[in-house]
């Protein structure tokens, strides 16, 4: 004869073994279809074994992330929406295609008084791009990239004012190649998109 | 009774508490809020207050590209493009229009009534009825002859390929080149990085060159000696923006500068020492990305704009006020 007390204590018992065993099994599951992977049990579906079963890890293994400059509006979202900080996605300047001008659009404001490397000229929030007298009236524009967030305001003030050879690019040597890029989820332009790993830049105009 | 008041507290808190946790989640769109957001639109209204011209009329072309734009002493407006030159006479009533082989990027209109056409790379000659008088040789396979002028017996030819002006007789044959670095004069050399490259003559007999990677106007004496120059640059509305402006311009009342920008398309007045007059058009007034606005000023003192995105003349006039 039971009484409601054992009743309960049963109960919370059986639940809690149903529990123990349905976890199990999902680990075990999840271990055999993840093949070799050393994270075995712990695997959270990255796919980024190089003997990885999962459908996902093809795609990994042969294609990274990386933004179209073409359709980039420089809405300046990627400074903030990626996982990385600062963001995996920075400026990066075709110097092929640079004027080198004095007057630069990406470099200085656009209510600028003086043509100056002043803090209060640069359009950069960071400083993060450095001018360089090549000769008259030609400057250099480089950039500093640990101190680029990726923001794209450069970017926009190049393409306006000038040729545009300044383009925001996905850099591999930060990107931790997400299954599902937290930037490429919000971009406006759709932008994103996944390239070959040998073809891992889309820099225009070279 | 307490517990009742402790109750009501409790389920309005939560209640404001989910309908911060609904506008957080379905009404903060990303962005709305953006701290690196960089706005332009502000730039391409421009300042109205300092627009001292309105438009007061418009001509269509029906060429099937349109690139330059000059009047004569009667007030007719020749506008030369591919294949073709068109005439409107000043109320803008199409008078003549003839055919041409290739694309004219440049035309100049002298008193006997000769068109000079820059055709690519050499200058080809027509009298007002479209026959061709005579056609120069090429000035070289990298050459773009983006303007033209003519004083007397001189022709002068802006080369935007090769950075360089030309003077030429009337037969064509190469006087001397100006522009030209060199140091020694001071001549500090054209800087051009996209094909926009323009030159007049004053009535006075001046030689006025645009230096747009300068952002300059430099005068020249008619054997290369540079003369004098003034400098604007600056993205503010006072100045000449971007890598290389401006891209055209045209002389008004014999002494003041109409100038013609790309990037952020404007047209405005400059005295002849560089001082900023005025606005004729503003940005808003152009589609976006239109560039190679080219000018004329008519016997009206109208001030003519070739429109090459809306393949118009657009015809400004100052404000009676």
């Not at chain 1, 093949?35 to 990274?64: H, I, M, Q, W, Y």
């Not at chain 1, 919000?186 to 830049?201: E, G, L």
């Not at chain 2, 606005?279 to 589609?287: G, L, N, R, S």
Request: net charge neutral; proline share 4%.
């Amino acid at each position: 004869m039971q009484n409601r007390r054992d009743f309960l204590n049963m109960l919370c018992r059986g639940t809690i073994l149903t529990g123990l065993a349905a976890t199990t099994g999902i680990l075990v599951y999840r271990s055999a279809k993840g093949g070799n992977c050393k994270l075995g049990s712990t695997c959270t579906n990255c796919g980024k074994s190089d003997s990885c079963n999962l459908p996902e890890a093809t795609l990994f293994r042969e294609t990274v992330w990386q933004l179209d400059p073409t359709k980039c509006i420089q809405c300046g979202r990627c400074a903030d929406n990626c996982v990385m900080t600062p963001s995996a996605v920075k400026v990066t300047h075709v110097y092929a295609m640079c004027g080198y001008c004095d007057l630069c659009g990406g470099y200085l404001k656009p209510d600028t008084k003086n043509i100056s490397t002043a803090a209060e000229n640069q359009l950069c929030p960071t400083s993060a791009i450095k001018r360089k007298f090549v000769e008259d009236p030609f400057y250099q524009y480089t950039i500093d990239e640990p101190l680029c967030i990726g923001c794209a305001k450069c970017v926009k003030g190049c393409g306006a004012f000038g040729n545009g050879s300044l383009q925001l690019q996905v850099r591999h040597d930060r990107c931790v190649n997400c299954n599902e890029c937290s930037i490429a989820r919000d971009c406006p332009a759709d932008a994103f998109k996944r390239v070959p790993v040998d073809k891992p830049y889309l820099l225009q105009g070279i | 009774m307490k517990q009742k008041i402790i109750i009501i507290s409790a389920l309005l808190l939560l209640l404001a508490l989910v309908a911060f946790m609904v506008k957080d989640f379905f009404f903060n769109k990303p962005g709305d809020n953006n701290p690196y957001k960089f706005e332009l639109e502000n730039i391409r209204k421009g300042d109205t207050s300092m627009t001292a011209y309105s438009e007061t009329g418009q001509i269509k072309t029906s060429l099937a590209e349109i690139h330059g734009i000059a009047t004569d002493n009667s007030g007719n407006i020749y506008v030369a493009g591919k294949d073709g030159v068109e005439v409107f006479d000043a109320s803008g009533i199409a008078v003549n229009k003839f055919k041409i082989e290739g694309i004219a990027q440049s035309i100049a209109v002298v008193d006997n009534d000769n068109l000079f056409l820059g055709m690519l790379d050499h200058i080809e000659i027509f009298d007002k009825n479209g026959k061709q008088i005579s056609k120069w040789n090429s000035c070289g396979e990298d050459a773009v002859i983006t303007s033209i002028a003519v004083k007397g017996n001189d022709v002068f030819a802006a080369d935007a390929g090769q950075k360089v002006v030309y003077r030429f007789d009337l037969k064509g044959n190469l006087i001397n080149k100006i522009g030209l670095k060199d140091p020694a004069t001071g001549v500090p050399g054209f800087i051009i990085p996209s094909p926009y490259f323009d030159l007049g003559i004053r009535k006075d007999g001046n030689l006025w060159v645009v230096n747009p990677g300068r952002h300059s106007f430099e005068k020249y004496a008619f054997d290369g000696t540079l003369l004098t120059s003034w400098t604007k640059a600056s993205m503010a509305m006072e100045g000449f923006c971007g890598c290389c402006n401006p891209s055209n311009f045209a002389f008004l009342n014999d002494s003041l500068f109409v100038t013609s920008e790309k990037a952020i398309e404007r047209v405005k007045v400059y005295k002849t020492d560089g001082s900023f007059v005025c606005v004729v058009a503003t940005p808003d007034q152009f589609e976006e990305g239109t560039k190679g606005l080219d000018l004329a000023v008519d016997n009206q003192n109208r001030i003519l704009v070739l429109d090459p995105a809306k393949m118009l003349v657009r015809i400004f006039e100052l404000k009676k006020q």
